[in-house]
């Protein structure tokens, strides 16, 4: 199990930490500290329990290339496409330019692509269908990646108050009903990050901002 980029071998470090309850190398130091994501920490950990942390990380990544295909397949379905063009589709999200170096990095990505598809799907088919899923879904985005903390609440909000709007009343407690699955979906991972960092999300993203100068740059 080899890695294209060193932040996997981080992540496999963090793991063994998790898994060992400190760092050896950082005394005092909380194994989530400096991680992206903590879904995909945690889910690494839970395979480090059995197996080697490369290994862990390696079984990770086919999980989520298996759950990327499979919210690959049912986006399609939910446009209602056929036989042949869901295959090429799936095709095309596992294989078109440098999509299996972003699935075999041993990062988060393949994670994020999996969570980002199913939702995507989710929010394609009728509101019955997607009843606790959805919402439930995007809770974990946030935790997943920083950044989809943008994505996860205010489209999917913003189309759940115009079918609100449009279908009257009965949506309206819908609506209430997944703001209340979003926020229990959110909840756990929130107090885990308060837990051991803090704070309500991982500060990585501001901290390569400012690795790559972006965070210097005028506004």
Same mark, same amino acid.
């Given at each position: &199990? $080899?890695?294209p980029v060193d932040d996997a071998y981080i992540t496999a470090h963090n793991a063994r930490a998790l898994v060992a309850g400190s760092d050896a190398n950082f005394p005092g130091v909380s194994p989530f500290q400096g991680a992206t994501s903590a879904i995909h920490l945690v889910t690494v950990a839970l395979f480090a329990l059995v197996l080697p942390p490369?290994? &862990? $990380?390696w079984t990770v990544a086919w999980i989520a290339i298996a759950l990327y295909a499979a919210g690959t397949l049912r986006l399609a379905r939910a446009w209602n496409l056929?036989?042949?063009?869901?295959?090429a589709l799936v095709a095309l999200a596992l294989l078109a330019g440098r999509m299996p170096h972003q699935l075999l990095n041993g990062l988060e990505t393949g994670l994020t692509l999996a969570a980002l598809t199913w939702t995507l799907a989710l929010a394609s088919e009728p509101a019955p269908r997607r009843r606790w899923a959805l919402p439930l879904l995007a809770a974990q985005l946030p935790f997943l990646r920083p950044e989809l903390a943008a994505f996860a609440p205010l489209p999917l909000?913003?189309?759940?108050l115009s079918?609100?709007?449009?279908d009257g009343r009965a949506a309206w407690g819908g609506l209430a009903r997944d703001a209340l699955v979003f926020a229990a979906g959110a909840l756990?991972?929130?107090g885990l990050s308060l837990a051991t960092l803090g704070a309500p999300f991982p500060?990585?993203?501001?901290?390569?901002?400012l690795f790559f100068a972006e965070g210097c740059l005028p506004t």
């Open positions: &199990a $080899l890695f490369a290994w &862990a $990380l056929g036989r042949w063009p869901s295959i909000l913003a189309r759940a079918e609100a709007r449009r756990p991972w929130i500060s990585t993203a501001a901290a390569k901002r």
